[in-house]
């Protein structure tokens, strides 16, 4: 290889480096989203997407280019979170197509690969809109084609597409004027631009360490290097299901949590009326599977030596491998199933209660990922599935999700709210056809206005509302609703601004730190003004937002 190409090992340690330098700086990316509010943000799911294929080329034995590109490829696409995950694994997956054929690239096939990554990005959003990570990918495809016809060093040609790059990404805020109100640049281009400095260093032979941390609610991911191997404390990584022979009462739960904490560390426990999720580390497995075994049965034990497989461990989140291996059992085939992306406790009880067969938590804390949508898909016998995202930012993983599904039908109906959701599911007919139910719901979701009433995290200003950290705020279909010191006197002003004419019933879920008598007097309030309309109350039990209020 010389000084003007590069090969699959040396492109490998780019990504990783790449990443590393996403993960650093995803808290200052996160800070970058024009909405205030105290969610999962762009930051975080693209760190969560990347540390999905991190995984998979770490696992590599020896890098060749095809293998590398299938990792980077496959690992993004199905920990992809979030419209900048999702984004930005086709980003990945259009660049891999196009480098996999080779064994080294030179600034022509980097330039190529390039075009294809934007193709591949900008074919997966229905409306691309400027000033965004596309614009700034779509940028530097560009700058690279014009480059790579110059025959420069390959060195100089990384440097000036960065340099474009940043170009480009400082002119988003003329592009998108809700970005120059707030006075920031487009998180996700700066995302993608933070993983592309940290693939130029490590081409410039910077020394970076590739010690991944854990990833905040989803798949963890530790890479253990040889010469730490000897720091692991507790050698085995110990999973398995506890299946209850009666419900665990709060202090045979924290007992069982004490015992794990006096032979172990890193533990999980999730537990509900039936099953336990356990996850340990420790350095006798025995101890733990003996002690649960005082309270039911054991199934789906997994035990993984980690100073013996440390190169390529993955330790996942318990609750989630549990989902993915705990699978009830079969069902026979039905001819349409559902699946929604629920937020709470009361709103998983309305979705139960509408017979929804599989529900994904996580929504507005959390975006569930590809591979979240798939596991579901997996464990939902029905020739027909519907999926409910129930928010604008997992629609596109839904998607995704949809395209890499090959024995089911799926139908992803667009809906950008829990209440869109609910009202979608309550419209379905079984006596019509899939095509005729799709239509239906797609029509009735535009009838619902939601708005979310939460505090801002930081000062700011939008749409010409100032906005101080610690205010209550609501945000609607299209903006903010209203913003005050009182979440009362917010939600009150929250229903003036989606009420219109015809407007027939207003539904009001409050969450956990929005009381059921507050909501009820909050209902009264409500109902006294719009006589015309039907007021309900019920419980969400959702997290950040105080209540989440929908009129239709």
């Known amino acids: 290889m010389s000084a003007n190409t590069i090969d699959a090992k040396l492109l490998a340690k780019m990504f990783l480096a790449g990443a590393k330098n996403l993960e650093a700086k995803k808290e200052w990316i996160n800070e970058l989203n024009v909405f205030p509010v105290p969610d999962g943000d762009t930051g975080t799911?693209?760190?969560?997407?990347?540390?999905?294929?991190?995984?998979?080329?770490?696992?590599?034995?020896?890098?060749?280019?095809?293998?590398?590109?299938?990792?980077?490829?496959?690992?993004?696409?199905?920990?992809?979170?979030?419209?900048?995950?999702?984004?930005?694994?086709?980003?990945?997956?259009?660049?891999?197509?196009?480098?996999?054929?080779?064994?080294?690239?030179?600034?022509?096939?980097?330039?190529?690969?390039?075009?294809?990554?934007?193709?591949?990005?900008?074919?997966?959003?229905?409306?691309?809109?400027?000033?965004?990570?596309?614009?700034?990918?779509?940028?530097?495809?560009?700058?690279?084609?014009?480059?790579?016809?110059?025959?420069?060093?390959?060195?100089?040609?990384?440097?000036?597409?960065?340099?474009?790059?940043?170009?480009?990404?400082?002119?988003?805020?003329?592009?998108?004027?809700?970005?120059?109100?707030?006075?920031?640049?487009?998180?996700?281009?700066?995302?993608?631009?933070?993983?592309?400095?940290?693939?130029?260093?490590?081409?410039?032979?910077?020394?970076i360490r590739l010690d991944f941390q854990p990833a905040s609610g989803g798949s963890e991911f530790v890479k253990v290097s040889r010469e730490t191997e000897e720091e692991i404390k507790f050698g085995y990584c110990t999973e398995f299901i506890l299946v209850l022979n009666k419900p665990l009462n709060r202090t045979e739960e924290l007992d069982f949590k004490a015992y794990l904490s006096s032979i172990g560390d890193s533990i999980v426990v999730v537990a509900d009326e039936e099953i336990v999720k356990v996850h340990v580390h420790t350095n006798d497995p025995g101890l733990a599977l003996q002690r649960a075994l005082l309270y039911g049965s054991l199934t789906r034990m997994k035990i993984d030596n980690m100073r013996e497989e440390h190169q390529e461990r993955v330790i996942k989140d318990a609750e989630k491998l549990a989902q993915q291996q705990a699978a009830p059992v079969q069902k026979p085939e039905k001819?349409?199933?559902?699946?929604?992306?629920?937020?709470?406790?009361?709103?998983?009880?309305?979705?139960?209660?509408?017979?929804?067969?599989?529900?994904?938590?996580?929504?507005?804390?959390?975006?569930?990922?590809?591979?979240?949508?798939?596991?579901?898909?997996?464990?939902?016998?029905?020739?027909?599935?519907?999926?409910?995202?129930?928010?604008?930012?997992?629609?596109?993983?839904?998607?995704?999700?949809?395209?890499?599904?090959?024995?089911?039908?799926?139908?992803?109906?667009?809906?950008?709210?829990?209440?869109?959701?609910?009202?979608?599911?309550?419209?379905?007919?079984?006596?019509?056809?899939?095509?005729?139910?799709?239509?239906?719901?797609?029509?009735?979701?535009?009838?619902?206005?939601?708005?979310?009433?939460?505090?801002?995290?930081?000062d700011t200003r939008i749409e010409d509302k100032e906005i101080h950290q610690g205010d209550i705020m609501a945000i609607g279909d299209h903006g903010i609703l209203a913003v005050g010191k009182e979440v009362a006197e917010v939600a009150r002003e929250t229903v003036d601004a989606m009420m219109e004419e015809g407007a027939e019933l207003i539904s009001i879920y409050y969450g956990e730190d929005f009381s059921e008598e507050e909501a009820e007097k909050l209902a009264q309030e409500v109902s006294e003004k719009y006589s015309d309309c039907d007021v309900e109350v019920n419980a969400g039990g959702q997290p950040i937002y105080y209540c989440i209020i929908s009129v239709e």
């Open 335 to 458: 001819e349409v199933g559902f699946i929604a992306v629920s937020i709470g406790d009361g709103f998983g009880e309305i979705f139960r209660g509408l017979d929804v067969d599989y529900l994904i938590e996580g929504g507005q804390t959390m975006n569930p990922s590809t591979e979240d949508m798939l596991n579901a898909i997996a464990q939902v016998n029905a020739r027909n599935i519907f999926i409910y995202p129930n928010n604008k930012n997992i629609i596109l993983a839904a998607n995704q999700a949809r395209e890499l599904t090959k024995d089911k039908n799926i139908i992803v109906i667009p809906t950008k709210t829990v209440p869109q959701g609910i009202t979608a599911i309550i419209n379905f007919a079984p006596e019509k056809s899939v095509e005729e139910n799709t239509e239906i719901m797609n029509e009735m979701i535009q009838t619902v206005r939601t708005g979310q009433v939460t505090y801002a995290v930081r």
């Open 45 to 207: 799911n693209m760190t969560m997407t990347i540390m999905s294929a991190v995984k998979e080329v770490s696992a590599l034995e020896k890098a060749t280019m095809p293998d590398l590109a299938k990792a980077i490829s496959s690992g993004s696409l199905r920990g992809a979170r979030g419209n900048s995950g999702v984004i930005l694994s086709q980003l990945l997956r259009g660049f891999t197509k196009g480098i996999r054929n080779y064994e080294e690239a030179d600034a022509p096939v980097l330039a190529a690969a390039l075009v294809k990554a934007v193709e591949t990005a900008y074919k997966a959003v229905m409306k691309p809109k400027e000033g965004t990570i596309l614009t700034v990918a779509r940028g530097i495809a560009d700058k690279a084609v014009e480059l790579s016809e110059e025959s420069l060093p390959l060195s100089d040609f990384m440097k000036e597409i960065l340099t474009h790059g940043e170009y480009v990404l400082s002119q988003t805020p003329e592009m998108l004027p809700v970005l120059k109100e707030a006075g920031v640049v487009d998180s996700g281009g700066q995302g993608l631009m933070t993983v592309l400095q940290g693939a130029y260093d490590a081409f410039m032979g910077k020394e």
